[in-house]
């Protein structure tokens, strides 16, 4: 009758310690399937979103091209001189054969001429811009943009002193040759440097080398 009984409760017991063994697995189971649905639904949220946006100073040097710098040193401008501008503090090279403006020192505006009697260039003028409430680049960039609304505007860096500019290109046309603009600020001022008679072959390399020489001082 004890063996009966004993062998009664052994079973009881590992009919119980049966159960317990299956619902610890199924717990298990249910457990290790939540974190995985977690994993894949958090995975698809991860692609679905947009991969992140370049910085905002990224953004703006693939915005803003530098223009071709020609060597200082090319033999085909050995000649050419120097030229300071004291009162918006400039410095730059310009062949001396050409016409340089008289009120370069004292005026608001300085330009230099090669022999245009048959050619419309080279013609190389720098001056001061009056805009009022302007204080930056993308301000100066916007309101050539809705001025010259057929012009070409954007930001770009020239010389290679890498001056930040807005670059307007006007093309040619019955009334006026093809020019060029650099607008820059320089010690509080809006100065410009135009370019006329841009679309020629021969002066685009003249006027390369002086952009690329075109320095601003900071005494």
């Known amino acids: 009758m004890k063996q009966n009984l004993l062998f009664f409760f052994l079973l009881i017991f590992v009919f119980l310690t049966g159960i317990l063994s299956a619902t610890v697995y199924f717990n298990r ?8 649905t977690k994993v894949s639904q958090e995975k698809k949220i991860e692609e679905s979103q947009p991969a992140p946006s370049a910085s905002k100073e990224e953004t703006s040097k693939k915005e803003t091209p530098t223009v071709e710098v020609v060597s200082p040193n090319t033999s085909e401008f050995a000649n050419w001189v120097s030229y300071q501008n004291n009162r918006f503090k400039y410095r730059l090279k310009y062949d001396p054969n050409w016409l340089k403006g008289r009120d370069c ?19 190389i003028s720098i001056g001061k811009r009056y805009f009022s409430a302007i204080e930056d680049i993308d301000a100066l960039k916007n ?6 609304s057929g012009a070409e505007v954007k930001k770009v860096v020239f010389s290679r002193y890498e001056i930040p500019a807005v670059y307007l290109s006007s093309g040619r046309s019955p009334q006026s040759y093809a020019h060029e603009e650099y607008y820059f600020f320089h ?10 008679d841009s679309d020629n072959s021969t002066a685009q390399k003249i006027y390369h080398y002086f952009l690329s020489n075109f320095e601003l001082l900071n005494d």
């Open 187 to 196: 010690k509080g001022e809006i100065l410009a440097i135009t370019l006329n």
């Open 105 to 123: 020192d004292t005026g608001d505006s300085c330009f230099f001429q090669g022999d245009i009697s048959t050619k419309g260039w080279p013609d």
């Open 29 to 36: 189971q249910k457990i290790f399937e939540k974190e995985e």
């Open 143 to 148: 309101h050539l943009a809705e001025t010259y």
